[in-house]
């Protein structure tokens, strides 16, 4: 069975056929649809060629629908905004990346704020109870190293 075949099985027509219609109606290009859907432009391309012949997240197929159901909206460019509003989740490879620029974001934070001694004896306290926070530490000591700016501890002195 080609994957034309399959998709025809599975949605009723070759999805090259939805999605031709509904970036005709809206007037967009296959990358903004990509984006709207919630899809790469190349999965989407997968997609239009039948390499790919099934939409593996249900909500992008959800947007798709909602698309079409709401193609004779007088403001479509609303409707696009509205659709790709909806998507609220986020995948793997996106979680890293966030994940990966909010700790480099914190170690810089903690590098500009925190005399290197500090960062040191921080990291070699917590290493084998909270091991995130310890990387963390661990680049935010390493951006303190390099920095020629990086605070010094707070002089402390003892009146008698």
Do not use: C, W
């Amino acid at each position: 069975m080609s994957g034309i075949q399959r998709q025809v099985e599975l949605y009723g027509e070759p999805l090259r056929d939805r999605f031709r219609r509904v970036i005709d109606v809206y007037g967009i290009s296959q990358r903004r649809l990509a984006g709207v859907l919630g899809l790469s432009a190349p999965m989407l391309s997968q997609l239009i060629s039948a390499t790919r012949t099934k939409i593996g997240n249900p909500a992008v197929y959800e947007r798709l629908v909602l698309l079409e159901q709401r193609a004779g909206d007088e403001d479509r460019q609303a409707v696009l905004v509205d659709v790709e509003a909806t998507q609220n989740t986020h995948s793997t490879t996106q979680l890293r990346a966030m994940t990966q620029h909010a700790r480099t974001e914190l170690g810089q934070g903690l590098a500009a704020a925190v005399p290197l001694a500090e960062l040191q004896a921080a990291a070699d306290q917590i290493e084998s109870v909270a091991p995130a926070l310890h990387r963390v530490l661990r680049d935010a000591i390493s951006r303190a190293a390099a920095s020629p700016a990086a605070p010094e501890a707070p002089q402390t002195s003892i009146r008698t």
